[in-house]
């Protein structure tokens, strides 16, 4: 979750300036930006999302990341998505062997200070992974997940569920997202869900 510019420097001083770092920072273009903190129901989601992913992936070839896993996008963007997902064994930077090259799928847990920028930039800089298949957006405030799939000529079809009967397919993973499951222990609100499109 970015919060603000903290500063100017190249790449590689930005590297080691975030292996001694107590909190998270994303790198684009020279600036760095400071993450804040997330609230509990968006790390609830969160916990949610990786147990439910991890639970129908099983024994496959694909490993489930939590958020401290940066991931390098060839646009130049480094960055921590709150989930990613990598099939068929993870590629890491040849100078930087803890950064992530090849997510499948990457999933952002939707807050209001970053929407636009998940919505966005960010998504605009994730579309340059060649291995991305599918993005998923999840509302914190509401029971709504969104889907992004890339198809041929680097369209991406968008899906979304709403309510806690709502399900959504992940073709990438071969697997279905149950909002029920994802907001397990989440209080919100008590009103209907309100759509989106992009």
Same mark, same amino acid.
């Given at each position: ?24 920072h ?19 989601? *969160? ?17 489930v ?7 390098? *996008? ?24 803890e ?14 200070? %970053? ?12 579309? %340059? ?7 998923v957006l999840?509302?914190?405030d ?5 889907? =992004?799939?890339?198809?041929?000529g ?24 149950e909002?029920?499951?994802? =907001? ?15």
């Open positions: 979750m970015v919060a603000r510019r903290q500063s100017h420097m190249p790449i590689d001083e930005y590297l080691d300036f975030e292996r001694n770092s107590d909190t998270k994303e790198y684009l273009d020279g600036e760095v930006f400071a993450m804040a903190g997330a609230s509990p129901n968006h790390n609830i989601i *969160t916990s949610n999302t990786i147990t439910h992913l991890n639970n129908q992936i099983g024994e496959r070839n694909c490993v990341f939590a958020s401290d896993q940066m991931i390098k *996008t060839p646009s130049g963007l480094y960055a921590y998505p709150d989930i990613s997902v990598v099939c068929g064994g993870p590629h890491y930077d040849e100078t930087a062997s950064i992530l090259l090849n997510p499948t799928l990457i999933v952002e847990v939707l807050s209001p200070s %970053t929407e636009n920028y998940d919505r966005g930039e960010k998504f605009r800089h994730f579309k %340059t992974i060649s291995t991305l298949r599918e993005y999840i509302a914190q509401t029971y709504r997940i969104e889907r =992004y799939a890339y198809q041929a680097s369209d991406w079809l968008f899906a979304n569920a709403m309510g806690l009967n709502g399900e959504i397919v992940l073709k990438s993973l071969d697997i279905t997202l909002l029920a499951r994802l =907001y397990r222990n989440v209080d919100l609100p008590t009103r209907p869900p309100q759509p989106h499109h992009p």
